[in-house]
């Protein structure tokens, strides 16, 4: 990467983190990949952070997918091992133990709209534009796009969306289920933020536990995700946020939740 492939900017217990190769639409080569497989790997152990929101340098794209012209001079063995870190380093993003905020600021086509599909929320500006556009060059997406895709919006309009590699705009992807809400013209990151602040006031505890609930059940039949979610709520029990929750009820005051 060139150092500046990625930016984080902490702000209290929110990280943001910008894809910033705007000349190249954001689009992920190899060395950003492997920063931000490293990055994402390192933020499983910050608790300070309770919230994180990805998003992209600009107001055209939040990423175009893979470098295609990187990808044009690698090898065969090179781009099986980039498809490899593309689909471990989402699948980290996914099993992180915070909500991961998109804020979709622009296309994201490809490798970007599967990042965008491992996160936990998608928002998106009025002119986003995304699509699974893959078989448009001969490839499938390999970055978890086939499975998330239609376990988020149902496999008919899954499989319409990448047989013709159509690209949806935002108003469209709302429409489907496939993103979260359209954060109005120019306050993308604003509508990012509040939305980032809301969930901070949450118990982070109960917040990360509701997380592995939905993940985990939503790929097993209703009797073991009831199961998984009774293990999630013991988790729960014992807490001194779950504590200070039943006190501020009766001091008649917010909650001040510590994650403990
Ligand atoms: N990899 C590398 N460079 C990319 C890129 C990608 N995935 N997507 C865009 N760029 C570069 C373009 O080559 C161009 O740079 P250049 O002028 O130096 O050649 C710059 O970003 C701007 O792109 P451009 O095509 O001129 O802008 P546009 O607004 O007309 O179109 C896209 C934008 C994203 C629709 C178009 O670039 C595109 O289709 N990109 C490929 C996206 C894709 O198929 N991704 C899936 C990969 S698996």
Known sequence: MTEDSILTERKGHILIVTLNRPERMNALDRSTLAAGAKFIKELNYDRDIRVVIITGTGDKAFCAGADLKERENMTMSEVRQYIHTI??????????????????????????????????????????????????????????????LPRLVGRGKAKEMLFLGLQLTAQEALEIGLINRIAPEGKLMEFAMEMAEKICNNSPIAIQQAKIAVNQGLDVDIGRGLVIESEAYEVCIPTKDRLEALAAFKEKRKPVFKGE
């Open 87 to 148: 689909r471990d380093t989402f699948t980290n993003i996914e099993n992180l133990p915070i909500p991961v905020i998109c804020a979709i600021n622009g296309i994201a086509l490809g490798g970007g709209l599967e990042f965008a599909l491992a996160c936990d929320i998608r928002i998106a500006s009025p002119n986003a534009r995304m699509g699974l556009t893959e078989v448009t060059l001969g490839i499938i997406p390999g970055g978890g796009g086939t499975q998330r």
